[in-house]
């Protein structure tokens, strides 16, 4: 039995279809001010060091690689004294070019949210909404087709969740996450395609298990050793699968399925707890 690292499911074959990339309009914030000088997540460790120029190079290949691609990406100023800013993923949440600011849950990233939704003001995005409850931005919510995957646990309050189906009128789908090495929602599931994902079973809770496997019957699932080096932490644009280079067994079976996968070395990054989607914010435009 060849260690792929998936786990085997019936019919793969079949899931296999032609693939098209969409191209895409995307937000990101350079880690020139990225540290870890504070602990908010189990992967934070301030005593160990950041290379800074490492993780400057290795962000900027992740830019470089988005346009060749021939997507759109668009670049927020990072802040001094803001050293988690460049997880623009967690800046803001975008659809249909309205904008759900984010509302972080600790104070050392509660400065980010304002910076975010004014560069997205600014820029065009008008249409925008100051939250009541606190949510991460795409951390937490995750668009499938029209439907919101929309995490809770660890950082968005549950609350937030009937706040966003309110203001964008999308169903929105709630998730308990569990693992507190996966805290955010796009850390243990990534979308795939209008009406496909991949995820780690174990980071939710048996309820909302339950709820993906009602949902997503075919979903590819990431074994242990895949989701703990954020192979989950993905990008798709319906064709090219951005992640972790080392979850290989994620990028087998997304072979599998017809998709390209691309591996990524974002580990200066990880030293956060962040990896390819964390960098990423898709602003989708109306
Ligand atoms: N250190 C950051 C935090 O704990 C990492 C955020 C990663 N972003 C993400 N979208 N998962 O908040």
């Given amino acids: ?9 019936p019919g793969t074959a079949e899931r296999r279809r032609p693939r098209t990339a969409v191209s895409r309009r ?9 540290d870890v000088t504070y602990s908010i997540n189990p992967w934070m460790e301030p005593a160990k060091p950041v290379d800074g120029t490492l993780a400057l190079t ?22 001094g004294g803001l050293p988690d800013m460049v997880f623009a993923a967690n800046g803001a949440t975008v659809v249909d070019g309205r ?5 972080f849950r600790h104070e050392e990233r509660t400065a980010e949210g304002p910076l975010y939704l004014s560069w997205l003001r600014a820029n065009g995005f008008t249409d925008t909404h100051w939250p009541e409850y606190i949510n991460e931005g795409e951390g937490d919510y995750l668009l499938v087709g029209r439907r919101l995957l929309a995490g809770t646990g660890f950082r968005t309050d549950p609350r937030s969740h009937a706040e966003a189906q309110e203001f964008f009128g999308l169903p929105v789908t709630g998730l308990t996450l569990v693992d507190p090495r996966f805290y955010h929602l796009d850390t243990a599931l990534a979308v ?5 994902i991949m995820y780690y079973p174990e980071a939710f809770s ?8 009602e949902l997503f019957p075919d979903a590819l699932l990431a074994t242990a050793r895949d989701a703990e080096v954020f192979g989950l932490n993905a990008f798709s644009d319906g064709l090219h699968v951005l992640l972790p280079e080392s979850a290989t067994g994620l990028m087998s079976g997304l072979r599998e399925r017809g998709f390209e996968p691309i591996g990524i070395d974002l580990g200066e990054l990880l030293k956060a707890g962040g990896s390819v989607k964390c960098c990423t914010l898709e602003l989708r435009e109306g």
Wanted: proline residues 7%.
């Fill in 1 to 9: 039995m060849p260690e792929t690292g998936v786990i085997a499911q």
């Fill in 26 to 34: 995307l937000l990101m914030c350079s880690p020139s001010h990225f």
């Fill in 58 to 79: 290795q962000w900027e290949r992740l830019l470089g690689i988005y346009r060749e691609l021939g997507h759109t990406v668009d670049v927020v100023q990072p802040m």
């Fill in 99 to 103: 904008v759900l600011g984010a509302r």
């Fill in 192 to 196: 795939l395609a209008d009406d496909e």
């Fill in 206 to 213: 048996p309820g909302s298990r339950a709820v993906l496997r």
